[in-house]
């Protein structure tokens, strides 16, 4: 599975960005997706989660209703809406892929591949 994460970009606080992650795999419905992000000096952090049917989805609690994530599995595809951004939310975003059913969704490690990452700069 190859995912290739793009969308990220320098954005004032309180604006708005949307990333894009375009997996392949043949079965890319069944994958639980998602993103994490890192800022600078720190360690990755949960942002997501959308589960394979496209309905379920978990959130990190920072989130705080400013993100949506949708997929459209006709496409192998992924996006996150990032609405009233804010400088702390300044990172690299990862896109990420589980094979299998994720039940810890905030640990990296649970997950199977990781993109390339995209910068999300948000100045004050």
């Known amino acids: 599975v190859q995912l290739q994460a793009s969308g990220g970009g320098l954005v004032q606080a309180g604006g708005s960005l949307r990333l894009s992650c375009a997996a392949s795999?043949?079965?890319?419905?069944?994958?639980?997706m998602g993103w994490f992000r890192q800022a600078p000096g720190k360690s990755r952090e949960f942002v997501v989660l959308?589960?394979?049917?496209?309905?379920?989805?978990m959130y990190a609690d920072f989130v705080e209703g400013r993100f949506t994530i949708s997929r459209d599995n006709a496409k192998n595809a992924v996006s996150l809406q990032m609405n009233s951004l804010k400088p702390e939310d300044t990172g690299v975003y990862y896109c990420?892929?589980?094979?299998?059913?994720?039940?810890?969704?905030?640990?990296?490690?649970?997950?199977?591949?990781w993109g390339q990452g995209t910068l999300v700069t948000v100045s004050s």
């Open positions: 990420v892929a589980a094979l299998q059913y994720v039940r810890r969704w905030y640990q990296p490690d649970d997950y199977d591949y």
């Open positions: 795999g043949r079965t890319f419905s069944t994958y639980d």
């Open positions: 959308i589960r394979g049917d496209g309905v379920h989805t």
